[in-house]
């Protein structure tokens, strides 16, 4: 991940944005006072949260991404603001080294690779005899056709080695297999299939890059019942939760998140309309993955099982109880470390029980309002372990007030706000039908005052692990550095390729046309290298580039998303300007449908923003008719005109 990767996964725009201009929440977006023009009436500055963008629709006419932002507001070069927004963001500026380059590289092609296995997998699923049996599990469990394509699901077949005999016809190694985890070695050095005779989960990253697989077996005699990918480059499930990449829109727009822990469990939720739902894999809950749904959103629901939420699971949660434990066990519900992380992040975390006997899956196919209920009724951390504590036990006995009171009340004392902290104690004395000066009197070790090595670990590592946030940025990030790769390593073909455009009738390709701050600087030089003529524009985009930039004439982080652009043709870079700039078109017309459809916005140009929104489904119409022709313009020209040329006549 690239500076500029990890500056915006710890910073959010809307947050930036906000120490400088009142913003009012209007949807799943944003809206304001431009604070570049004089304007007073009408709101026309627009920030989109899930793309982290700005635009302005009104005298502006401007817009672009957290750094751009930055830049144009405080008056800064990239340079400055690079350094400004990493000092912020506590990231440390250093220029690319071969081995960080190298590992880059790795990453991105284990990516590709673990993109080649899932289609492996569909493919067997759908396609052969033997993944008739996992195709016929999922429906049998409700799923559609729709569904199961939306989350790639598949089949591992039962040979030891049909992953590797399919590899073997691609350009991978087994030994690339082995470190994206998919091969297990044997004790002489060979490896077998990871995965056989399983339905295959594919897990992604927050921003949709693959990173493993989970797998559940389809035999009752397999063991165990799931198996996920092992840890890898990729692979770390205590940073990873479970259909973040598809959940995210949706958190934002409820400013909810609900965290369950089967993958079916997401997938069936998802279907029946519950899009903000994740899981966490079978795991404690994380600082990273708390990192994660951070930026999206601070109202977080933890939906447990009814065994891992009984009192044992409560217990395990209280640490005096802990300590006593196996430590084989794996502990899900921590309810100290959930109030920490609560209080660090500034959040809401809520846990509900789900009805005993009952997967999220069966809840929501047998009645979606049921699940609604379950998660408008999750209560907060400690009103959830003082009854659950509180089930199955005789509260007219003296000694079981006592025991109770002693478990509960550590939980109590760690609440930092003192109001909170009263409802609690008065909560937990009507529970127990006693008076509640009784419970001020009941020894409790409170974390406040006695602060334990979690807790300690938490002040002085959150700065690096809380926010060490999966990167989000916009579709376009992986076109716009295919482009500047192209472009850095041979800026004369800025020529060639505004040609092509200017015949389909395009605008040439210019800044506008790259959102990423850095992109749009990179981008900056290979014009100012051809508007120059003291030096070869190689050598010019070579001495200006910053220290941020690769020294061998690519980005920082370009090679993670690019692979071998290098080898590209150029038909093929073309074809990325085109759908480099549908995605921007496409992005405006969402944009003026956002500004049609709030009515305050709406009355800063009704005129102006229907024009614009014909002016885009044209251009949108014209780039589709290009990326669907074998030819390039000029081919396609020549070609009609030979075809004239030789046509028979009459």
Request: hydrophobic share 35%; proline share 4%.
């Amino acid at each position: 991940m690239s500076v500029v990767d990890q500056i915006k996964a710890r910073l959010d725009i809307v947050d930036t944005v906000s120490q400088s201009v009142k913003l009012r929440r209007t949807g799943k977006n944003y809206i304001g006072f431009c604070p570049f023009h004089s304007n007073t009436r009408t709101p026309a500055f627009v920030v989109f949260p899930e793309s982290q963008t700005w635009r302005c629709f009104g005298q502006c006419n401007e817009g672009g991404d957290l750094f751009s932002y930055v830049m144009k507001r405080e008056g800064l070069d990239f340079s400055e603001t690079l350094k400004k927004l990493a000092d912020q963001a506590g990231v440390e500026l250093s220029p690319q080294t071969p081995q960080s380059k190298k590992e880059e590289e790795s990453q991105a092609r284990l990516s590709r690779l673990m993109e080649e296995a899932l289609r492996f997998y569909r493919q067997q699923m759908l396609e052969t005899e033997a993944g008739k049996k996992a195709l016929n599990y999922i429906k049998s469990r409700g799923l559609s056709d729709e569904t199961i394509k939306i989350w790639g699901l598949g089949y591992a077949p039962g040979g030891w080695e049909s992953l590797i005999k399919h590899f073997s016809h691609t350009d991978f190694q087994t030994s690339e297999l082995s470190a994206a985890g998919m091969l297990t070695e044997r004790d002489d050095g060979s490896g077998y299939d990871r995965f056989r005779d399983r339905l295959m989960f594919p897990i992604r990253s927050a921003t949709g890059k693959m990173a493993g697989f989970g797998a559940r077996a389809l035999s009752p005699d397999d063991m165990p019942k799931y198996l996920n990918s092992p840890k890898t480059e990729l692979f770390d499930k205590s940073q990873l939760l479970y259909g973040m990449d598809l959940a995210r829109r949706e958190m934002r727009a409820l400013n909810q998140a609900v965290i369950v822990e089967g993958y079916m469990d997401v997938i069936a939720l998802h279907q029946a309309g519950f899009k903000n739902v994740v899981a966490s894999m079978g795991t404690a809950l994380t600082e990273e993955q708390f990192g994660i749904l951070k930026r999206t959103t601070r109202n977080i629901v933890l939906a447990l099982d009814a065994d891992q939420a009984g009192q044992n699971a409560t217990l395990r949660g209280l640490e005096t109880a802990r300590r006593s434990m196996d430590e084989g066990l794996d502990i899900s519900f921590d309810s100290r470390g959930l109030m920490r992380y609560e209080r660090f992040l500034k959040a809401d975390i809520r846990v509900t029980t789900l009805p005993e006997g009952k997967d999220p899956d069966e809840i929501v196919n047998e009645n979606p309002d049921a699940w609604k209920t379950i998660i408008a009724n999750a209560k907060p951390i400690v009103s959830h372990v003082m009854h659950t504590l509180a089930q199955n036990q005789d509260l007219n006995d003296a000694k079981v007030k006592r025991e109770l009171a002693a478990q509960v009340m550590p939980l109590i004392e760690d609440v930092a706000d003192a109001v909170e902290r009263e409802g609690y104690r008065q909560e937990l004395a009507r529970l127990l039908r006693i008076d509640e000066r009784a419970l001020r009197n009941t020894p409790a070790t409170s974390s406040r005052t006695r602060p334990s090595r979690t807790s300690e670990a938490i002040g002085s590592e959150n700065a690096a692990s809380l926010q060490n946030l999966s990167n989000l940025s916009r579709r376009n990030r992986m076109l716009e550095t295919h482009c500047l790769a192209y472009l850095l390593k041979e800026p004369e073909k800025l020529y060639q390729l505004n040609r092509q455009l200017g015949l389909l009738e395009l605008p040439i390709l210019s800044l506008e046309d790259f959102q990423e701050a850095d992109c749009k600087h990179a981008f900056g030089i290979v014009q100012a290298s051809l508007e120059q003529d003291a030096e070869p524009a190689i050598d010019y985009i070579e001495q200006h580039l910053p220290d941020i930039f690769d020294t061998q004439d690519l980005p920082k982080g370009l090679t993670h998303y690019l692979g071998h652009s290098q080898g590209k043709t150029f038909f093929e870079q073309f074809r990325s300007i085109l759908r480099l700039r549908k995605n921007i078109v496409e992005d405006r017309i969402q944009d003026i449908q956002f500004i049609q459809a709030d009515e305050e916005a709406r009355r800063y140009s009704k005129e102006e923003a229907d024009k614009l929104f014909l002016e885009l489904l044209t251009m949108r119409r014209v780039i589709d008719q290009a990326l669907a022709s074998p030819f390039l313009p000029e081919d396609q020209i020549n070609k009609s005109q030979t075809t004239q040329k030789n046509r028979p006549r009459n």
